[in-house]
C-alpha cells in the first residue's frame, strides 16, 4: 500500500534488471524445489504399493500418460501464479518508491547489534523483549510470539506458531564476554516459507526484532548510565561531608591539648617540654593522615596513646590508662579520629568530673569479621548530658555515612562504674 501523500510524488524507482531476473529465478527454482520433494514423496508411495499399481496399470494401459499429463499441468499452473506474484511484488515496490535489494531476496536475512551492556544483561533484556506483546504485534502475529530461550546457549526462537522449525521463526543469540564485546546476533531460520516466493517479510522481521532491541539496549544503557552518575555524585557528597566532619574533629581535639599546654607553660617548664615534645611527635604522625577517610586501627591506638600521655602529664596519678588489642585486629581499617573522641569524652565526663582518680582501658578484639572496640573508664559514670555532646555526634554521623548498618555505637553504664564505649565495624 503506498502511504505516501497525493501532494508528494515518490521518485521514479528503476530496478536492477539483474536482481528483478534473480528474483523470478529464485521463485521459480524455489516452486520446483517444493514440487520435486511432493513428487518424489509421491514415486516413493508408488514404489511401496507396486504390485497392486502394475495390476492397475495392467488394468488401463493409457494411465502412465495421463499422470504425465496431470504433472505437466500441475508444474504450470503454479508457475504461472509465481510469476505473477513476482510482477505483482515489483509494480507494490516500484509505486512505494523502494528499490529491490539483494535482502529482499533472501530467505535467511541477518543483523548484528552491538550491545553495551554486559552478556547477562544483554540476554535478560532480550528474553523480556521478545517475549512482550509489542514484538509479537509488530510481527503481525495479533499476540505475544511463541518461544523458546535457552540461558546456557545463549540462544532465544520465536516464531506464529509451534512447532517452531516449521513456520517462520527468528533466532537470536547472544555471544560475548564479561569485560569483552557483547553481540546479539538474530537471523531468519529454515522452514516451509523458503518454498514460497519472497515478498521481504524475513528481512522485515529480521529489522522489527532488530530495532526493538536497539531501543531496549539504549534505554537500558541511559538507565544504568544515570544510576552510576547518581552513584558517583552521592560518592562526593559523602566525601564532601566526611572531610567537613573531620575538619571539625581536628580544631576540637587541638584546641583542648592546646589549653592544657598553655597552662603548663606558666606552671612547670620541664613538664610542658615532655607534653610539646608528645605533641610533636602525635602530630608528626597524626596530620598525613587526618584528612583521609580510613586509616587502620594500630595507628589509631598510637595516636590514642600519644594523647593519653599528655593527659596524663597534665592530670598526674589521676588518670592510669591500659590498651589491650589483639594482634589480629590491629590491621583492621578503622576511621580516623574517632577513637580520640571516645577517649576524650572517657576523660572529660568521666575522669575530670570525679574526685579521684581514675583509669582508662581500651580493647580492641577482632571476632568473625567484626571488629569490636571498648572504651571504659571508672569515672563519674552516665549523666544526663551524657551523649549529647560534639564528639559523640559526630562519630554516629560518620558511622552512618561510612558503614551505614554495618556499624554502630552503644554508650551504657560499666558494671565497675563509669562508662562504656562500645564502637563495632563489621565487614
Not at 503481525?140 to 511463541?146: D, H, I, M, N, Q
Not at 613538664?271 to 615534645?277: G, I, K, R, S, Y
Request: glycine letters at 8%.
Amino acid at each position: 500500500m503506498n502511504t505516501t501523500p497525493f501532494y508528494r510524488k515518490s521518485a521514479p524507482v528503476e530496478h536492477d534488471r539483474r536482481l528483478m531476473w534473480r528474483y523470478a529465478g529464485q521463485s521459480l527454482l524455489r516452486l520446483w524445489s517444493g514440487m520435486a520433494i511432493l513428487i518424489l514423496c509421491f514415486i516413493v508411495v508408488l514404489l511401496s504399493m507396486q504390485s497392486s499399481i502394475g495390476l492397475f496399470i495392467g488394468m488401463h494401459p493409457n494411465l502412465g500418460a495421463t499422470v504425465a499429463f496431470n504433472i505437466l499441468w500441475f508444474a504450470l499452473i503454479p508457475t504461472a501464479v509465481v510469476v505473477s506474484s513476482v510482477r505483482r511484488r515489483l509494480m507494490e515496490l516500484t509505486d512505494a518508491g523502494t528499490p529491490l535489494s539483494a535482502e529482499m531476496l533472501s530467505s535467511r536475512p541477518r543483523r548484528v547489534l552491538l550491545s553495551p551492556l554486559d552478556p547477562l544483561t544483554t540476554y535478560n533484556v532480550c528474553a523480556e523483549t521478545l517475549s512482550g506483546l509489542a514484538v509479537g504485534q509488530a510481527l503481525g502475529y495479533g499476540g505475544p510470539a511463541v518461544f523458546r530461550h535457552s540461558p546456557f546457549t545463549g540462544k532465544i526462537v520465536l516464531g506464529p506458531w509451534r512447532p517452531l522449525w516449521l513456520g517462520r521463526s527468528t533466532e537470536v543469540v547472544v555471544e560475548g564476554e564479561s569485560g569483552g564485546p557483547v553481540e546479539v546476533r538474530i537471523r531468519r531460520r529454515f522452514g516451509i516459507n523458503f518454498f514460497c516466493v519472497q515478498r521481504g517479510e524475513a528481512l522485515t522481521a529480521v529489522q522489527t526484532i532488530a530495532s526493538h532491541l536497539q531501543a531496549q539496549f539504549e534505554q537500558r544503557d541511559r538507565a544504568l548510565r544515570a544510576i552510576k552518575r547518581e552513584q558517583e555524585l552521592e560518592r562526593a557528597a559523602l566525601q564532601s561531608r566526611l572531610t567537613a566532619l573531620q575538619a571539625q574533629v581536628e580544631p576540637h581535639f587541638l584546641f583542648n591539648t592546646l589549653a592544657n599546654l598553655k597552662y603548663l607553660i606558666r606552671t612547670d617548664a620541664d613538664t610542658a617540654q615532655q607534653m610539646l615534645d608528645h605533641l610533636v611527635g602525635y602530630l608528626q604522625n597524626a596530620l598525613p593522615d587526618m584528612r583521609s577517610v580510613s586509616s587502620t586501627l594500630q595507628r589509631e591506638l598510637a595516636l590514642v596513646r600519644d594523647y593519653l600521655s599528655i593527659m596524663q602529664i597534665r592530670m598526674g596519678q589521676r588518670l592510669h590508662f591500659r590498651i589491650e588489642a589483639e594482634e589480629a585486629a590491629l590491621a583492621h581499617a578503622f576511621p580516623p579520629a574517632m577513637l580520640i573522641s571516645l577517649v576524650e569524652n572517657a576523660i572529660k565526663h568521666g575522669l575530670e568530673r570525679a574526685s579521684r582518680p581514675g583509669e582508662i582501658v581500651i580493647t580492641a578484639t577482632l571476632r568473625n569479621g567484626e571488629l569490636r572496640v571498648q572504651v571504659c573508664d571508672d569515672g563519674a559514670g552516665l549523666t544526663e548530658h551524657m551523649g549529647q555532646g560534639f564528639g559523640l555526634a559526630n562519630i554516629h554521623q560518620r558511622l552512618q555515612l561510612l558503614y551505614g548498618e554495618r556499624a554502630a555505637l552503644s554508650v551504657s553504664a560499666a558494671q565497675t562504674g563509669g562508662v562504656q564505649a562500645m564502637l563495632t565495624i563489621k565487614e
